[in-house]
C-alpha cells in the first residue's frame, strides 16, 4: 500500500464544539498513528542540531457528517472500499478508564454502538467516494 496515495477523512456530528472535536480528533489519530505508523514523516534538524519531529505525511480532511446520514451508514459504504475506519463513541467521555470503556463495548451489539466520530483512512478515490458531499468544518 502505497500512504502517500491515501487520504484520512475525521467526520464529526454538525454543532459539535470545538473542545470536543479537537479531543477526539487527537484520539483517533492516535489510533491510526499506532496502527500505521509509515504516515509519521521523518524527523528533521535544524542547522543548530535541534530535532523536529515528523508528524503525519497525508492530507487530512475534517467534515461534518451530514444530519439524514448515520454513522453505521457511512461503515456499511467504506467495508466495500477497503478503507479502515476508527471510531470514538460518545460514551468514552464520560468513562474513568480505558478498561471501563472495553467493558461498555463488550456489553453492546456493533449496531447499538454511540458514535459521535469516525476517522476513515485509504485512498484519496476511496475516501472521497464517502465523503465527496460531506462539508468541510468551520
Known sequence: MNI????IA???????KQGVT?????????????????IIGEDHKTNDGITVNGFTQLPVSILNKP???TYHEILEKIETLE???FIFLKRAQGLRSYK????????????DLDIDTLLIYGSNK??????????AMR
Open 4 to 7: 502517500l496515495k491515501n487520504k
Open 10 to 16: 475525521i467526520i464529526f456530528d454538525i454543532g459539535m
Open 22 to 38: 479537537a479531543n477526539r480528533a487527537a484520539v483517533l489519530m492516535s489510533g491510526l498513528a499506532a496502527k500505521f505508523p509509515d
Open 67 to 69: 444530519e439524514s446520514t
Open 83 to 85: 478503507c479502515i475506519s
Open 100 to 111: 471501563e470503556y472495553s467493558n461498555s463495548i463488550n456489553s453492546d451489539r456493533f449496531t
Open 126 to 135: 476511496s475516501v472521497n467516494k464517502v465523503t465527496g458531499n460531506f462539508q
